[in-house]
């Protein structure tokens, strides 16, 4: 069964530095996600992505995120300047379609990251 | 209470019982969502109920959904020590909208 992949599984990086999280969505999907969970809080939305675009975006996405489609197969999350309250699990997810009674969005496994 | 948010928050029960999760949410959907979460891992698909739709089932999973009452409710039954995990529901913020609203998750144990 197809999945969503994330890469690394845990990045651990200083403050003030840059970091990139990777996504590989399922092949036949034109909807891209991420989102992220505070350690015991709610998954929160970050941002949607479609046909090359940012298509919807939290108040959490500020300037220091970016999302890019790189090529054909992945799918980026950018923090410029990580802060401490960055430290959070990162997951992409995928649909097939977006707005309707029946997109499913499939989640990868997550990426922690730790900012000391 | 908040869009998407689940009762109650933890629940421990033997393995063989059922186990009943509920949510409630503000706003008009389109569907609802249930997921899975194994501690500290990725969110497992489990099952979409549209908004027309009152009751779905999928393997030992039977979601209901009452639209009038905003609420949504998972049952598993039998339950297994591996049904250890967080369970979330997930609606659109509002009808048509791309950003999936999660509540804070039903953690639910199962003894041996």
């Known amino acids: 069964e197809p999945e969503v992949t994330q890469t690394p599984s845990h990045q651990v990086t200083q403050m003030g530095q840059e970091v990139i999280l990777r996504c590989v969505p399922i092949s036949n999907h034109l909807y891209f996600y991420w989102y992220r969970q505070i350690l015991g809080q709610k998954v929160e939305f970050l941002v949607s992505f479609y046909n090359n675009e940012i298509s919807e975006k939290s108040e959490i996405f500020d300037d220091q995120f970016s999302v890019e489609r790189p090529d054909g197969s992945n799918f980026t999350l950018k923090i410029r300047s990580t802060k401490l309250e960055d430290s959070a699990m990162y997951f992409c997810?995928?649909?097939?379609?977006?707005?309707?009674?029946?997109?499913?969005?499939?989640f990868g496994p997550g990426t922690r990251l730790t900012v000391l | 209470s908040q869009q998407g948010e689940e009762d109650p928050q933890a629940l421990s029960i033997q393995e063989g019982e059922n186990a009943t999760m509920n949510c409630s949410y503000k706003t008009s959907i389109n569907n609802l969502q249930w997921y899975r979460q194994n501690s500290g891992r990725g969110l497992v698909h489990l099952i979409l109920i549209r908004s027309n739709e009152r009751e779905k089932h999928s393997g030992r999973l039977r979601v209901t959904l009452d639209t009038s009452k905003k609420s949504s409710s998972l049952l598993i039954t039998a339950s297994r020590a591996a049904d250890t995990a967080s369970y979330f529901c997930?609606?659109?913020?509002?009808?048509?909208?791309?950003?999936?609203?999660f509540g804070q998750g039903t953690r639910l144990t199962i003894n041996p």
């Open positions: 997810a995928s649909s097939q379609t977006s707005g309707g009674s029946t997109d499913t969005q499939y």
């Open positions: 997930a609606t659109p913020e509002h009808q048509g909208a791309q950003k999936l609203v």
